[in-house]
Every structure is written in structure tokens, then in C-alpha cells.
């Protein structure tokens, strides 16, 4: 059964592990540490000890911004991401946000689908926005909660 938490600090090294996995171009390790010590919102979902997905948002006065998601591909489409996308939804009404703001890979479908499920809407178009060696536009998205 999965559990939710707060991410601590004994769980970055883990969960960094899991961004180099499910990310086709991941956060440095200097801006994944520096996001959780910087005070960004951050939970792990949890199959007995071992953590199977993360997320991360930051919250500014009453719009909250999904930074990063990602769970291990043996563990997708099994509820996981379901319960770390309400439970963040949840957090963010909780603490005060009316509006929750996206950016995502335009060719990433699977993800654009799964906000999609949420009732995220699209935006606008960022071209070029995503670099390096897997370049690509951001899709913009918004949920009203």
C-alpha cells in the first residue's frame, strides 16, 4: 500500500535517484538539494520503505506551481502519481492557493494526459523553452481549485 509523506532530508538522495530515472533531462543534483533547501514543498509516496515517486511546488501568495514530478517506471499507472497529484492539490488549497500552474514538455503526452485527467487546461506554448540535449517546447497548463 502506498503512503504519503513529507520529504526530509534523508530522502533526497533517494528521490534524486528517481529524477535521473524518469526525467529526460533531469535537475542538477545542486538544484534538487538547493530546492528543498530553499523551503520548496516536497512529498514522497512510499511503498513499504522505499520511495517510488516524488513531488515538488512552491507556493507564492495564492497560486501554487508544480516544480517536479517523476515516479519510477515500474510504478507508474499504478495509483502512485494519483496520490501524490491530490495530496498536492490538497496541500495547495490547504495552504491558501485558488490556482496551481504547470510546465511541461510538449512531446511528453503521457504527462500532458495525466493533467489533463485533473482538468488542467493549456495556456500557452513556450517554444524552445526546454534545452540541452533533449530540446523542446513547454506546455503551460492551469487547474482553478
Given amino acids: 500500500m502506498f503512503k504519503i509523506s513529507l520529504m526530509d532530508f534523508s530522502n533526497l538522495e533517494e528521490a534524486y535517484k528517481i529524477e535521473l530515472e524518469a526525467n529526460p533531462s533531469p535537475w542538477s543534483k545542486d ?17 513499504d520503505k522505499k520511495i517510488i515517486g516524488f513531488l515538488i511546488f512552491s507556493l507564492i501568495k495564492k497560486e501554487s506551481h508544480l516544480l517536479n514530478i517523476a515516479v519510477l517506471e515500474d510504478w507508474q499507472r499504478r495509483g502512485s502519481g494519483q496520490m501524490l497529484m491530490d495530496t498536492f492539490i490538497k496541500q495547495s488549497k490547504v495552504l491558501g492557493a485558488d490556482k496551481i500552474y504547470l510546465e511541461v514538455r510538449s512531446k511528453n503526452l503521457k504527462a500532458i494526459n495525466f493533467y489533463k485527467k485533473y482538468k488542467f487546461v493549456k495556456d500557452a506554448i513556450r517554444s524552445n523553452y526546454y534545452t540541452g540535449n533533449n530540446p523542446d517546447d513547454a506546455v503551460l497548463m492551469s487547474l482553478d481549485i
Fill in 31 to 47: 538544484n534538487f538539494f538547493s530546492s528543498f533547501e530553499v523551503g520548496h514543498n516536497s512529498i514522497v509516496c512510499k511503498e
